[in-house]
């Protein structure tokens, strides 16, 4: 299925001028969103550091408005999902469905590019909106209620050409699991967007409803966005680079309809023992630890998709990123869990275990597949190699490490301060006892903040140089040698592995 | 072709399923609820619950600077959480309340567009914030706005400094000055007084009293439920 199988020279010289063909039809939108979207992260992991220290020394910086914490904090979150997520979801799902499709992207290039430069610019405005005084307090929809019609059009720029190509190459032999997972992001997407902006910007007084419906909006995102994209991409790096074909297409497709069926539902028990329908809430929970099933079984099948080639994971660059993304994805999973059932959710609720979430889910599992793609797709567009392995090293320990202090601070913070909140024995504390307990962590996750801000530096200054095509030129990957190991107990330990 | 078509369904019957049940339909069936009418013999009293509205003006400027992100507005049943017994998160003010405050529900964010019932809980719990605000001096709130550490040393809460005005003071000392002491003070011959927004937000927190007493025909139906079970 990866391979069209002749073993004939011409077939093969045929088949590397097409895929060189595809290549060049998305380079323009592709390069357009990767690097745009590397500048957002750059500007959201440093709000992120702000907001970081804001959260235990609000005074650091002195006192100007768009300092403060409420809104420095959405600031980082909607540059990290609209300006980085979407920008890098939708460049590694085009090329990626181009690809998948065999077909090379023929009408709407200078439409998309339009579209990209308008979500830049929307964006742009969004989040200055936010920080100098039009932030609307709903959760990933901070930006103003003008910004929603933009963003949603210039998403169906990209989106519509994806759905043709995915409809036109659709055959019922060759199933595509990865195409299928981009092929439904397309459809969520748009939907979710439109319904939760719609229901919260124009349809009045909804209270409550209205907050359960911002929750499940941020939930759908995740899940049935970031979600799909970045195992629609894993599935299809990794047979690629392994050289494997995906272990079980049964477990494929279990883990496809799962998560379409029960996506939808999730999101509500966000507000649980609160004043929203208790069905409503209820249903929330129960599907966001049935969500375990899929995810295990996507993770069930990448692990034995890579069994026996986990040398790879210390050699390519793309491997790592993607390997490393998808363990991050059951234990995104596991996060979810815990927070939705009634069993445990009362004292992760309201607590920073929340954040963790999402950090876990949009960087942790699906930025961590998009880093490993941006380094398989940015060399076939720009015809140069990656210059430095040690840039490369650098971008991954230093994210890896950020991201896990991170969630690890995150979800343990959640847990002391979901025990001070709800233990009986600790009811009558003073408040500030509780502010105290998570002080800590609060520190730990400023200075993980800075150093994702220390990789991410590095990846855009890399990007940058491989976009400019100043790129190592040489036909031969650049791969994560051995030949230095003893710098990195971790390749040698992958390696013997 | 077809089996395309059948991915196409597929995806839009999985997913049209809940944003139907669960969105759709509830958003329309809740934005008819009403007020309920207090029942004179049954619960002792006159009028409507809920019955204060939040205040409007001053939502604007909560929702503005992002208070969700820290402040919840949402106290859970006690059987789940100790929320109801903390100190100052009911009516009732005392050290130790002597009852629990009771769960929020439904009606107790009528008049809001979408209910902001928060993020995450770095400060207290908002719900009930007019009770515990009510018992202090007006310009005690706003200092507390102003310099949070004043207040708490520890307090991890932001100034918001620029809601207020620092002026020379002339005359007499404004009514509206802020009761600021030692290092929070301005500089001698000025005084910090509230912009309209300042007060149209402590208009607002003072609007939070979402603790009045459930009435009868509300309480029925969990009642109703309750023998259900």
């Known amino acids: 299925m990866q391979n069209p199988s002749p073993n004939v020279e011409p077939d093969l010289q045929a088949d590397t001028l097409r895929r060189a063909a595809i290549d060049r039809s998305v380079k323009g939108p592709v390069l357009f969103l990767l690097t745009n979207g590397a500048f957002w992260l750059m500007a959201s992991t440093v709000l992120g550091l702000l907001a970081a220290i804001k959260s235990f020394a609000p005074d650091f910086l002195g006192h100007a408005s768009f300092l403060t914490y409420g809104r420095l904090q959405p ?58 005084g039009g932030n ?19 998403f169906m720029v990209f989106a519509w050409p994806m759905v043709s190509m995915f409809a036109r190459s659709h055959r019922p032999e060759g199933f595509m699991i990865s195409s299928w997972y981009l092929f439904g992001a397309c459809l969520w997407f748009p939907w979710l967007f439109s319904t939760a902006n719609i229901c919260l910007h124009w349809l009045p007084s909804l209270g409550v409803i209205g907050a359960g419906i911002n929750a499940w909006y941020v939930h759908g995102v995740i899940l049935l966005f970031f979600v799909p994209v970045g195992v629609g991409a894993a599935y299809y790096f990794i047979p690629k680079i392994t050289g494997q074909p995906i272990a079980s297409a049964q477990l494929a497709k279990t883990g496809f309809w799962l998560l ?30 049935l969500l375990l099933i899929p995810v295990l079984v996507v993770g069930l099948n990448h692990h034995l998709t890579t069994l026996g080639k986990h040398n ?21 999973g596991i996060i979810l869990a815990l927070i939705s059932s009634f069993w445990t959710g009362f004292t992760f609720q309201f607590t920073h275990a929340w954040y963790g979430y999402q950090i876990i889910a949009v960087y942790g599992f699906f930025s961590m597949v998009a880093f490993g793609a941006i380094y398989y797709i940015v060399p076939r567009l720009s015809g140069c190699e990656w210059l430095s392995v040690r840039l490369i090293r650098n971008h991954f320990w230093f994210s890896v490490y950020g991201i896990g202090i991170v969630v690890v601070t995150s979800v343990v913070a959640g847990l002391q301060q979901g025990g001070d909140l709800t233990a009986p024995e600790r009811w009558d504390q003073s408040w500030i ?28 200054l890399h990007l940058m140089l491989m976009v400019a095509g100043l790129g190592r030129r040489s036909s031969a990957p650049t791969l994560l040698e051995r030949h230095d190991d003893h710098s990195d107990p971790h390749l040698t330990h992958g390696a013997k592995a | 072709m077809t089996d395309f078509r059948k991915l196409t369904l597929g995806i839009a019957a999985s997913f049209g399923l809940p944003w139907l049940l669960l969105i759709v339909v509830p958003a329309f ?34 929702i503005r600077e992002g208070c969700v992100q820290c402040h919840t507005q949402m106290i859970r049943p006690s059987q789940f959480s100790a929320d109801g017994w903390h100190k100052g998160w009911g009516e009732d003010q005392s050290a130790r309340p002597a009852e629990a405050t009771r769960a929020n529900t439904m009606r107790d964010y009528l008049s809001e567009d979408v209910a902001l019932l928060g993020v995450s809980r770095v400060g207290p719990d908002l719900a009930n914030a007019g009770y515990r605000l009510a018992a202090m001096d007006r310009s005690a709130i706003h200092a507390m706005l102003y310099a949070p550490h004043s207040v708490a040393m520890w307090s991890n809460m932001p100034s918001y400094a620029h809601l207020y005005t620092v002026r020379k003071a002339q005359g007499p000392k404004s009514d509206l000055a802020l009761p600021l002491t030692g ?15 300042a007060e149209q937000l402590v208009d607002y927190l003072l609007s939070l009293k979402k603790a009045a007493p459930l009435p009868a025909a509300a309480l029925g139906n969990l009642a109703t439920a309750a023998a259900a079970k």
């Open chain 2, 29 to 62: 069936k809740y934005q008819h609820i009403k007020p309920i009418a207090y029942d004179k013999e049954a619960d002792g009293m006159d009028g409507y619950y809920p019955q204060s509205n939040a205040n409007v003006l001053g939502m604007q400027v909560y």
């Open chain 1, 260 to 289: 379409a069926i029960l996506g939808g539902w999730t999101g509500m028990q966000r507000f649980m023992g609160g004043p929203l329908p208790a069905w409503m809430v209820a249903i929330g929970a129960m599907t966001g630890v």
């Open chain 1, 433 to 460: 006892s509780v502010v105290l307990n998570a002080r800590p962590y609060l520190i730990a996750r400023a200075v993980a903040w800075a150093m994702i801000t220390w990789s991410n530096v590095w990846f855009l």
């Open chain 1, 75 to 132: 600031a980082h979150i909607n540059a990290l999902v609209y300006g980085w997520g979407f920008q890098a979801a939708l460049g590694v799902m085009l090329w990626l469905m181009a690809r998948r499709s065999g077909q090379e992207l023929r009408t709407g290039k200078s439409l998309m590019m339009v579209a990209a430069f308008f979500w830049n610019i929307t964006v742009t405005i969004g989040i200055g909106c936010i920080l100098f």
């Open chain 2, 183 to 197: 290092k929070f003070a301005p500089a001698k011959g000025y005084e910090v007084v509230p912009t309209p927004e």
């Open chain 1, 312 to 332: 790879l994971v210390a050699v390519s660059p793309t491997l790592r990123f993607v390997f490393v993304g998808s363990i991050f994805y059951p234990i995104a």
């Open chain 1, 136 to 154: 609307t307090s709903l959760e990933w929809l901070e930006m103003p209620a003008f910004t929603w019609p933009v963003l949603l059009f210039c």
